[in-house]
């Protein structure tokens, strides 16, 4: 079933895409997905040493997570199907319904100021309004919940109103040092991004499997995510 929300790209007038409000992508936060909340909790809290923060339910997809505000304004995201949702007729966001095995890092976000305008740019999705408790955003979504790049590009997220996660999260003291972003055509996403997003945390490498790799700096050393 097509998601309700996709849209055909909007055009200007002369049939380019706009690239208003695409010109710069902030990293916003990071998201570790696993089958259930309870295994995924165990596994991140066991390699940061730092409790979770409960999040909430996102009754639109399905889902539910658990949060930690890290420092230079972003924040760690654990996701999961939520067992007690009734499921969508869609597919959910970040390809969770082909998720399977251990809890692993499988997604970046990154905020724009204008979604629309990022998306004509950027193929991540169509906009999806998305609220949670008085939280509210909106989100490049794909039709077939999978994202560019396997999964390695970036999800797109513009914040509505003034609320951001990470003026309710308290500073874990713990940093994210760098992500790098593997993949066989590294060299075509970094070209991809490169006018849109300036982040020296952020590099690239090919690699023969897609996948995701954070350095965390925490008060017991540096512990990579993956």
Known sequence: IRPPWTR??????????RSQG????????????AETLEEGRAFVEDLLGTPLLPG????????????LGLEDGIYFELIAIDPDAAPPAFPRWFDLDS???????????????????ALDVLAAGAPLDVVRGDLRWRMGVPADG?????????ALIQWQGKLHPMDRLPNSG??????????????????LLAPVLDDPRVSYGVGDQ??????IETPRGERVLR
């Open 56 to 67: 909430g339910q996102h009754a639109v997809m399905g889902t539910h997570n658990m949060l």
């Open 174 to 191: 713990l940093r994210l040092a760098s992500l790098r972003i593997l993949h066989p055509r590294a060299d075509e996403l970094q070209a």
């Open 8 to 17: 055909r790209p909007k055009k200007t007038p002369d049939g380019q895409r």
């Open 22 to 33: 695409a010109d710069m992508l902030t990293l916003d936060h990071i998201a570790v997905a």
């Open 210 to 215: 897609p996948a995701l790799e954070a350095v």
């Open 99 to 117: 998720f399977a095995g251990p809890p692993r890092l499988t997604n970046w976000i990154c905020r724009v100021p204008d979604l629309d305008a």
């Open 146 to 154: 999978r994202l560019p790049f396997d999964n390695c590009h970036p």
